[in-house]
């Protein structure tokens, strides 16, 4: 376990704890990205996502994690996967003091609890674990997460328009963050 945390005094405490892959963590993970992208969430796919492509993307994505080229989180209220962070550390050799975070993600039903929060917070920790003081991200313009970044003392570099699809359809910008760890 990496550390627990509580949004307010009432709100239960979620286990974050790096992932690695076994059929039931690729399951949870699957289904939390397919919801979450039927739900117009901006997190790299169109809708609709099959199981089997959000499964094929988890897989190579907890590949690289057990070759140490990121860290998959997962936040879990007892055995529910209420959310998940990626920390990408595989940079060039001239960056490595840089990391990068993606693929943030909470249930719909966590929404608003702090999960995201205190995910992002244990990644700024992992990542000065490993000698990370610059970390960056992107989330789109059009329905993305600017504010809950920019809550966490992230700094806006600037938006790039026409960047992407959204799952739905139609074009959105995106805005670039950084911030030293
Ligand atoms: C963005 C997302 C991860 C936030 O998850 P969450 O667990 O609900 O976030 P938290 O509960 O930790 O929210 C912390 C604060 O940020 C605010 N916040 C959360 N999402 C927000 C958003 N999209 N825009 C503005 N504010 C937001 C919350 O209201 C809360 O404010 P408070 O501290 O004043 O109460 C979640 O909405 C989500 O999964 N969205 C779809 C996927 C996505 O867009 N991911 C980001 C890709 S870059």
Redesign the pocket.
Known sequence: MLSTDT?SIDMPAFEIRPLSCSAEILSMLSELLVD?VA?????GFMHPLSSEQAQAFWHNSLLAADLGARIVLG?FDEDTL??T?TLLLDCPPNQPHRGE????????D???????????RAVETLAVEHRRSLLV????AD???????E??GYVRAGEIPDYALKPHGGLTGTIIFWKKV
């Open positions: 949004h979450v739900y117009g969430g901006s997190v936040a209420a959310g962070v975070i993606a693929k943030l993600m909470t249930r719909r966590y929404r608003g609890r702090g999960v995201a929060s205190s995910l992002i991200l992107d989330t789109a329905e993305g997460a600017s504010a809950f970044y809550k966490l």
